[in-house]
């Protein structure tokens, strides 16, 4: 069984937990209760983290519930920081640490996807995290970017109404709004930033998944996960700080981490 069980945990190390899922749910079921034990909590961790991969937090949540009590105590110091993780990711939508939380988990799950070769959905989501980071912040000042108030929006912009009578920003304009309503380091990462953003976000357009015919190359996401990580993921981190999420997730886990 063991044997049979082991092309499907290996998946794991390239995140696949889907395909470890399902080639685990295919095994003849052991009449030795001790191993069908052992095939019952791979199959259903795997169900989990494939769960969690496609953010169903909920369904990753309730399904490693059921599991905890049979991880051992070798496994604590990773199972913990996991269900940690899991609760903010599920807090109420009211939650402070909620969005930041999502954040974060975003930014992991590009990193998964780039890690399996798929670099156009790693550099999609990386275009939602900018995206949505500017969004979160300038919620925390009241301000939505569906809809924006004249009073919100400085003269230097000049954004107007869409046929439906609503103002709106974009990625670009989303980053100078939170500059202005935020000032601080905010401001200070948009000064800094805004030629390296535009440059980056280029490569991106020109990709499939956005508005060109072009493959995003292995090259492509390496820079755009360069300036990410050096340039966006300590202000999310500040500002995650600052909104009570003190400790950022783990990555997913790449080996078992239950005990035969």
């Not at 670009?172 to 905010?186: D, I, K």
């Not at 499939?208 to 340039?231: R, T």
């Amino acid at each position: 069984m063991r044997r049979g069980m082991q092309p499907f945990i290996a998946a794991w190390r390239r995140f696949a937990y889907g395909e470890a899922a399902e080639g685990l749910d295919r095994l003849a079921r052991p009449r030795d209760a001790g191993l069908r034990a052992e095939l019952q909590i791979a199959r259903g961790l795997s169900q989990a983290f494939d769960a969690w991969d496609r953010f169903d937090h909920a369904a990753a949540c309730e399904q490693l519930e059921r599991y905890r009590p049979r991880l051992g105590k070798e496994a604590g110091a990773v199972v913990g920081p996991l269900f940690t993780a899991l609760k903010h990711l599920s807090d109420e939508p009211e939650s402070p640490r909620r969005t930041p939380a999502r954040l974060w988990d975003l930014w992991l799950n590009a990193q998964r996807r780039a890690a399996q070769g798929r670099y156009d959905d790693a550099v999609a989501r990386g275009y939602r995290l900018l995206e949505w980071t500017a969004q979160w912040l300038l919620q925390t000042q009241g301000v939505d970017t569906s809809d924006l108030r004249p009073e919100q929006i400085p003269d230097s912009l000049g954004i107007n109404a869409n046929p439906d009578g609503k103002r709106q920003a974009g990625l670009r304009n989303a980053w100078e709004l939170a500059a202005h309503h935020l000032g601080g380091e905010v401001q200070a990462f948009v000064e800094a930033e805004r030629s390296h953003m535009l440059e980056q976000l280029k490569k991106r357009n020109y990709s499939i998944l956005a508005h060109g015919d072009q493959p995003i190359a292995k090259a492509d996401w390496e820079a755009f996960h360069s300036w990410i990580d050096a340039a966006l993921i300590p202000l999310l981190q500040d500002q995650a700080a600052r909104a009570g999420l003190k400790r950022l997730a783990p990555q997913l886990p790449q080996q078992p981490i239950w005990q035969s």
